[in-house]
């Protein structure tokens, strides 16, 4: 027996193939013009996307929702302004869709070439910030894909309307109807019938926490691509230079410490830690960061807290740093290998041999050398805006833009060959 | 509480792991050392596997297994030397590993990279053939990959063996032990447990028919690439020329039956049915081909079994095919995208603009112009051997080669940047 909620999400699966069907075909100025449409819409009910987010925010200040994650839910002009902007900048950018990656000719004849398609239903579960479903929504219509939003409960109220407001645009615009769909419905049983509809969704993104990620391996029988799981670190190699080393350091750890892409531990090669660690630490104290000391540190740096063994797997997103010192270059790539969730590593040498060992040494989606793990970003990469990092290795790793949300297809032209 | 087989299983994805860190960095001459003298020993060893083998089609004969699954298991001198040219030939092809695919420079100075990486460990669920032990390792080691190989409980002997020669050539060949591991179980559970090995195995490929997909869906929370579903149509537009459509249809259908690339339906436009179907249809049957057809079609060719709704989905494998004649191009279309299962569909037709349109609307792995479907295959698309022929979407689409067991990494080179 099916629910009514269940029966609700596989007409909206429905919907979403046939559109898909008509997305994949959709000339490249019909999308564009749908896109600028949705952002100029965007921009011309900004006061009823207010007062709609003020009622999301009034219960969120009730239920206790900390100020940070208010501030992440909270949209005024400037902030829908954005919204529509980003639009616009998925409209200026170039249709990944017919792109041929190569083409080749056979033994026999046959002209055997590799085509860039549309995935075909992008399903998305998110949290908090009501931003997602705009940009999402815009680099799936782009890509040619259908899409079925499933927001956050706190942000159902910005969500619905900002849903509304950029499908009936596209809808004007000429795009079918059922392009984007929003999962209209607090009930948290939506997100997980949602991670079960592999008859409806070709791929599932999930961008939340570990509980979110939990619910999807117990659940998920749709393809799933599992993003922004950060526990990232910064390398300070005997070869480092300080001088690049202190400010990499503060940058990944305090200029946005909520975020994926934030430096979570600090690992340091003792020839240069008697050097270098009391300085950095410092300087990371005087931001108002909590250090955790390995033993080696705290003899270093006498008065910090023990790191504990869980310490090294831990995703603070917060102003905590785990400090650890190593032996030896390999011991700090064992290291990372270990405990890091191949997000972004970063190493800080000026050897060339520590470098080329790091970075190919280290297994995440984003390896640097002499630079901040904070760039991890769609934007930063020049894709324009993204559909979130991902962490896994399949399909996509690292920032998702446009060409992350394409599959491909052999297409064979022959005349007449048999096998 | 672990069971023995879990806490063997988990033994076996440990020493892959370290096995898949060393490889991931192994040079190209010691993998293609490795790949000659895996060969070397298939080729020394040739009795031992055959006597094995014997063994194993013993107890096939007593089960009852059908002349063409024993068929599927026999192994013979002339067989066990394809095995070692098809590891020669991998190893001819060149590294996969290490390509930067692009580079560009950032407005800030960060040159952003990203370069072809192993995917890590692989899993890959078989049946019968023992062959592809040796190709899937091959394939593997190759690029980079360890690999834990699940076959057929009916090809145990003969996998055991194959496999302990192969991965003792590896290991004296310079490749550290765990890169090539066979899951040494009859029992069902073995591949169940697989595929919940996420922290172990970064994908499980299964290949075998609705039973394994099925329990994939049930219980898989490794990441998978499905493998060969093949309900594949030829279609013959009204401007399809009967002396190519003939050849073709006859060649898909019959000339081996048993594979997933082999073609199920015949779909024939209105405009030609009447001159086509009765000689395509009359050597079909002589061919030795059951054909059921839709109303239209036995008006034309009369005495035809009718065919049911369930005949256009069904995926026969055998000397049966469903014929359907329909009003337009746009029907076939939808036809093949509603009931296809994504794999090889063909058009014949010598109209520019039918082609065009059923190359672009159609949604499967392989879409051919006046060729057989028979072709979808890594040795004819030019990869050497192959894992799978996937019929998903997401990470690769149709036959995978060395490319397809491969993920990408970022790789970020800066001089100090911070954001």
């Known amino acids: 027996m099916q629910t009514e909620l269940e029966t609700i999400l596989i007409a909206q699966g429905r919907k979403a193939r046939r559109a898909a069907r008509f997305l994949a075909t959709a000339p490249t100025h019909k999308k564009n013009e749908a896109l600028y449409a949705m952002a100029d819409q965007l921009e011309a009910h900004g006061q009823e996307i207010i007062t709609a987010n003020k009622i999301d925010l009034e219960a969120g200040r009730k239920q206790g929702l900390t100020s940070a994650l208010l501030e992440r839910l909270t949209l005024n002009e400037s902030r829908i302004h954005d919204m529509a902007q980003g639009l616009r900048e998925i409209a200026a950018l170039p249709d990944p869709i017919g792109e041929m990656l190569e083409m080749t000719r056979r033994p026999n004849g046959l002209d055997i070439g590799r085509i860039r398609t549309p995935i075909g239903v992008v399903g998305i579960i998110y949290e908090s910030r009501p931003n997602v479903t705009a940009d999402a929504a815009g680099l799936c219509l782009k890509s040619g894909n259908a899409i079925i939003l499933r927001g956050g409960e706190e942000a159902l109220n910005s969500n619905r309307i900002i849903a509304r407001i950029i499908s009936a645009a596209a809808t004007q615009a000429g795009i079918v109807d059922g392009a984007i769909q929003l999962v209209d419905s607090e009930d948290r049983e939506a997100a997980v019938f949602m991670m079960k509809m592999h008859d409806y969704l070709d791929v599932l993104i999930p961008r939340g926490g570990q509980g979110l990620k939990k619910a999807v391996l117990d659940n998920a029988t749709v393809p799933v691509i599992m993003t922004g799981m950060g526990n990232c670190h910064v390398y300070v190699d005997e070869y480092g230079d300080y001088e690049?080393?202190?400010?990499?350091?503060?940058?990944?750890?305090?200029?946005?410490?909520?975020?994926?892409?934030?430096?979570?531990?600090?690992?340091?090669?003792?020839a240069a830690a008697q050097a270098y660690l009391p300085g950095i630490i410092k300087a990371l104290q005087e931001a108002g960061v909590e250090i955790r000391g390995c033993e080696k540190t705290r003899r270093i740096v006498p008065g910090l807290i023990e790191a504990t063994p869980e310490d090294w797997s831990a995703e603070y997103l917060d102003l905590i740093m785990a400090v650890k010192i190593v032996d030896s270059l390999d011991e700090a790539i064992d290291h990372i290998n270990q405990y890091g969730t191949g997000h972004s590593e970063a190493i800080i040498s000026d050897n060339y041999n520590a470098v080329r060992s790091f970075m190919a040494g280290v297994d995440a989606a984003a390896v640097y050398a002499n630079a901040s793990t904070r760039f991890t970003d769609g934007n930063v990469f020049g894709f324009g805006a993204e559909m979130g990092i991902s962490t896994q290795k399949l399909h996509a790793r690292?920032?998702?833009?446009?060409?992350?949300?394409?599959?491909?297809?052999?297409?064979?032209?022959?005349d007449g060959q048999i096998r």
Chains 1, 2 share one sequence.
Do not use: D, W
């Not at 690292?398 to 022959?414: A, D, H, N, Q």
């Open 244 to 270: 690049k080393a202190l400010p990499i350091v503060l940058n990944a750890k305090v200029q946005r410490p909520s975020v994926c892409n934030a430096a979570e531990k600090l690992l340091v090669h003792q």
């Open 398 to 414: 690292g920032p998702m833009g446009l060409r992350e949300l394409t599959t491909t297809k052999f297409v064979i032209y022959g």
